[in-house]
């Protein structure tokens, strides 16, 4: 038997603007995101990256406001949390997709996935905070601006 796939969630559950789908072939994952405003190539894009034990959903309160400033405003269940699949479970399985390198290819893979050479800005809180300045890091031709809250970043080793 196998088990079914998350399904979005319901719009009930969502404030007016945002949406809820699937992404498949993030690096392996079928990521869930919350989305919100116009999603053309030419409109900027935000991202937002949740923290422990957070979700997308903990930001779509923030979408709708990004919308009507004339973002798309983007907020994925990060590898191993909520609706976003294909991860291993288990207290044995391998770590190494969860390194921030590794992250920082799940949030640049899904930036791609949604047509974009270049992000507005990626906004990370808690766990996402530092996720974010490694997107910047890493690829700051990608990710030129960066909004870190609530979690200090310690810098490259």
């Known amino acids: 038997m196998t088990d079914a796939l998350p399904a979005p969630l319901d719009a009930s559950l969502l404030p007016p603007g945002v949406r809820s789908r699937f992404m498949p072939g993030i690096n392996g994952l079928r990521m869930h995101l919350l989305e919100a405003g116009h999603d053309q190539p030419g409109a900027p894009m935000v991202l937002l990256l949740h923290g ?6 903990s930001w779509r309160h923030q ?23 294909g991860w291993q479970p288990g207290a044995d399985a391998p770590v190494a997709s969860y390194r921030w390198f590794s992250l920082a290819r799940d949030v640049l893979a899904l ?9 507005h800005a990626v906004v990370g809180h808690d766990f ?7 997107c910047a890091l890493l690829r700051p031709d990608v990710f030129p601006r960066v909004v870190l809250m609530s979690a200090p970043f310690g810098g490259a080793p």
């Open 52 to 57: 422990f034990p957070e979700l997308a959903y």
């Open 128 to 134: 996402g905070s530092p996720l974010a300045a490694w």
């Open 63 to 85: 979408l709708p406001a990004l919308a009507a400033a004339g973002f798309h405003a983007v907020a994925p269940d990060l590898r191993g949390y909520g609706r976003t699949t």
């Open 111 to 119: 930036a791609m996935a949604l047509g974009r050479r270049q992000v």
